[in-house]
């Protein structure tokens, strides 16, 4: 469970990371 929270925290910050460099 905690792991899968992790893994979204990670996607959010790689999606806007990603939005910030368009």
Do not use: N, T, V, W
């Amino acid at each position: 469970m905690e792991k899968d929270l992790a893994d979204l925290s990670l996607d959010d910050k790689e999606e806007e990371i990603l939005q910030a460099q368009r």
